[in-house]
């Protein structure tokens, strides 16, 4: 209860911040007709609050049967859940499961992003993930034999995928944390596009995704939390993308050596990533590829993390480094502006030469 009351102040704020960066009455006074006023849908799913706001005369429908399949693919995803088929996977046993068409899709997608990362996205590291109490709430610092030991039943290699039927080893277990929110954030677009919305902006958790522009044209502003502590590090203009932060500071605890240990796991090592960044926002034309690079551009670090981009070119980031440096990617440097209180952080642009 504790955790989601806390979940319902941050919604709060999360909305104040959304009517102040786009939601709200035109600038001319005038009160706006029904289909010019922002239509919200707030609700509880995937473990965390999500906030829906759209435009359109059709906009409670759409948004109403975008929230009906968020809740449907939760059914689906779930890893506590004995009824969702990731549930299912995992308790197996090593038999094949015959899945549905959405997961098999969204396993397929993430298979490949983890072929593509290296296995710094790794939909197997829920084990690693329970030992250190991420999915607990009850953290704790594993031995280096327990790590070792788990790290024997991770590897994304292991998930032999045919079509809409799966075969998991024992003792591998998967969880789709890394890109769910992003994958379902696609699916919750595309029902309101196909209703006629052509002007959204869906909050999954902090997936951000945007449909079209503000019904007057403009860009979306999205302000980009400051890793540190309070406020925004700077604000960020986008039209028809996801936006999709990771960072330390979102999940961690401090162990008895007085470390700080935070949620993002490298698959390669067990231990929380620990590359010298704070934050890693993608910016994406889908919520599932933000979802993922997100996760694995920050087990990366910078170095690598640029010679990914470097090589695939298919999306934009900014990457806040522990030391208080910020680097962006070409593609969005002139999308992103700096508040006054954040002017002495070093920004580096990122260029293809």
């Not at 359109?56 to 009824?83: C, M, P, R």
């Not at 030391?323 to 990617?329: K, S, V």
Request: proline share 3%.
């Amino acid at each position: 209860m504790l955790k989601r009351h806390i979940y319902k102040i941050l919604l709060i704020l999360c909305c104040l911040c959304l009517s102040s960066c786009g939601f709200g009455s035109g600038s001319s006074g005038q009160a706006d007709t029904e289909a010019d006023q922002a239509r919200k849908r707030e609700f509880f799913a995937m473990d965390t609050y999500m906030t829906f706001a759209a435009y359109g005369a059709e906009a409670d429908k759409a948004l109403q049967a975008a929230e009906e399949e968020i809740h449907k693919l939760e059914g689906e995803w779930s890893v506590t859940d004995e009824n969702s088929e990731i549930y299912k996977i995992n308790h197996s046993q090593g038999e094949p499961v015959t899945l549905s068409q959405d997961t098999a899709r969204i396993l397929d997608f993430t298979l490949e992003m983890a072929r593509q990362t290296g296995g710094a996205l790794d939909p197997t590291i829920y084990p690693i993930m329970t030992a250190w109490g991420f999915t607990t709430d009850e953290n704790r610092i594993p031995s280096r034999e327990e790590i070792a030991a788990l790290l024997k039943n991770v590897g994304y290699e292991q998930v032999v995928l045919n079509g809409n039927q799966i075969r998991l080893p024992a003792g591998v277990e998967l969880d789709l944390g890394a890109v769910g929110k992003g994958y379902a954030g696609d699916l919750a677009a595309e029902i309101l596009k196909d209703q006629g919305i052509t002007s959204a902006l869906l909050d999954i958790g902090g997936t951000i995704q945007a449909i079209g522009s503000r019904p007057d044209g403009t860009d979306w502003r999205l302000g980009i939390r400051n890793p540190f502590g309070e406020g925004q590090v700077g604000v960020l203009s986008v039209s028809d993308r996801a936006v999709v932060t990771s960072g330390d500071y979102e999940r961690y605890f401090v162990g008895d050596d007085g470390q700080v240990y935070g949620h993002i796991i490298d698959p390669s090592t067990g231990y929380p990533a620990d590359t010298g960044l704070a934050s890693v926002t993608i910016i994406a034309e889908e919520g599932k590829v933000g979802d993922a690079l997100s996760t694995a551009m920050f087990v990366k670090g910078p170095d690598q993390a640029e010679e990914y981009w470097r090589n695939h070119r298919d999306f934009d980031m900014l990457m806040i480094t522990g030391d208080g440096q910020i680097w962006i990617t070409e593609g969005v440097r002139d999308s992103f502006t700096l508040n006054d209180s954040f002017a002495n952080m070093e920004l580096h642009v990122i260029t293809f030469s």
